[in-house]
């Protein structure tokens, strides 16, 4: 008896299998392009990094490099109204990070950065900008007032790093200390009466701020406000970072550039997800890794003047150790918890581990961050364009 054949050919075997891989491997390349593998650090969203010295008129210029400033989450918070002859930089509250930055400490610091860009960039341009931090004691959102006046251009090597500073969230190089007269330097960039630099580069100064770094990652990640806070400014989806130009991005992690493809092109994970991959990186990666831990602190931590203050001095390290190959990451997350129990009127257990890390009552901290060697290149993370943040031209 002859029995029919179920099973295909080996032809149709293989043609039947080509055609699903030619199907597989199309999506794939779709879908990697849609996720911007191909395009890291590309596209209208990125594009301030590159024609920031474009613009058509000085002030144009000027505010070109406040948008390229350090700011919390990369939430962009501020409006920049240009006259005849001056900027006001503006503060836009609905930018807001949450109950991450109740207080809004966070906001007037990146607000600060801002500032230090454009003095920076008003020197380049042939202008002697004098500064006024709130200048209007009825109005917190006018965060300063830059009055320019005509001066000999001077492009310094700051103003030279803007468009290459950028955070650094990967693994620093274990092996390279940071020299004494490093950290020397940087202590003198923090010239300012209200603001003070400490420095934790010994093994029990690392050791004890390590400790706090995670447990306030630990703690923040558990209240579930904070989380839900943080989780709003992350953009995976490479169409929401082209169109909204701002947050947290995967190319901006630190990872290496294989890691940082498969992330790309698998789905998002869930909120609690990267909470717990936000946490195991800080824990294996970005405290182990470290050279040196600082914290800048003010005499009032609730002040905006000294934040504001604080912020330029922020930027002007970062912009000087990016000139010197050095890398930088802000860790604010102590300081969040810090501001999250004194809103709550909880038990301030992070708070006290804070107060006790600076160990000087006359200091308030408001600014940790890590300091390294870098063993990757950083990438930038998107920005909003004039259009986007300058409203109107005042007459």
């Known amino acids: 008896m002859i029995t029919q054949n179920t099973h295909p050919s080996r032809s149709s075997f293989l043609k039947v299998a080509g055609a699903a891989l030619v199907a597989v491997a199309g999506g794939c390349v779709w879908r990697a392009a849609d996720q911007g593998i191909f395009s890291a650090g590309t596209g209208l969203a990125y594009e301030p990094w590159k024609n920031w010295q474009d613009a058509a008129t000085p002030l144009e210029r000027i505010v070109a490099a406040g948008i390229l400033a350090s700011n919390p989450h990369n939430s962009q ?66 965060a300063a007032h830059l009055e320019l006046k005509a001066a000999a251009p001077q492009a310094s090597e700051l103003y030279a790093s803007i468009p290459k500073r950028h955070t650094d969230r990967s693994a620093y190089d274990p092996t390279h200390p940071l020299a004494a007269e490093t950290l020397d330097a940087m202590d003198r960039l923090a010239n300012n009466e209200n603001v003070h630099l400490f420095w934790f580069s010994d093994a029990t100064g690392k050791g004890k701020f390590g400790q706090i770094a995670v447990a306030a990652c630990e703690a923040l990640v558990a209240d579930e406000q ?40 698998l789905p998002d994970g869930s909120r609690q997800q990267n909470d717990q991959f936000f946490v195991k990186n800080m824990r294996e990666i970005n405290i182990p890794t470290a050279a040196a831990f600082g914290i800048l602190a003010v005499n009032d931590g609730m002040d905006n003047t000294q934040r504001l203050e604080c912020g330029r001095i922020w930027q002007r390290i970062h912009l000087w150790g990016t000139g010197q190959g050095l890398a930088l990451q802000p860790l604010n997350q102590m300081c969040e918890r810090a501001d999250r129990e004194r809103q709550l009127n909880s038990p301030p257990v992070l708070g006290q581990a804070v107060r006790d890390l600076v160990g000087d009552d006359r200091w308030q901290a408001i600014m940790p961050f890590r300091a390294g060697y870098p063993t990757r290149v950083s990438l930038p993370s998107p920005r909003r364009g004039l259009l986007q943040v300058v409203p109107h031209t005042e007459s």
């Open 77 to 142: 918070p501020w409006f920049f109204y240009i006259s005849t002859s001056a900027i006001n930089l503006v503060a836009d509250f609905e930018r807001q990070i949450g109950v991450i930055d109740p207080f809004r400490r966070e906001m007037y610091i990146g607000l600060g950065c801002a500032i230090e860009n454009m003095v920076l960039a008003a020197a380049a341009e042939g202008f002697q900008a004098g500064v006024h931090l709130l200048p209007d004691s009825t109005d917190a959102s006018l």
């Open 226 to 265: 904070q989380s839900l806070d943080s989780h709003a400014w992350w953009r995976q989806d490479w169409s929401v970072v082209q169109q909204r130009a701002d947050g947290i991005t995967l190319d901006a992690q630190g990872l290496s550039p294989i890691i940082n493809n498969i992330a790309k092109f």
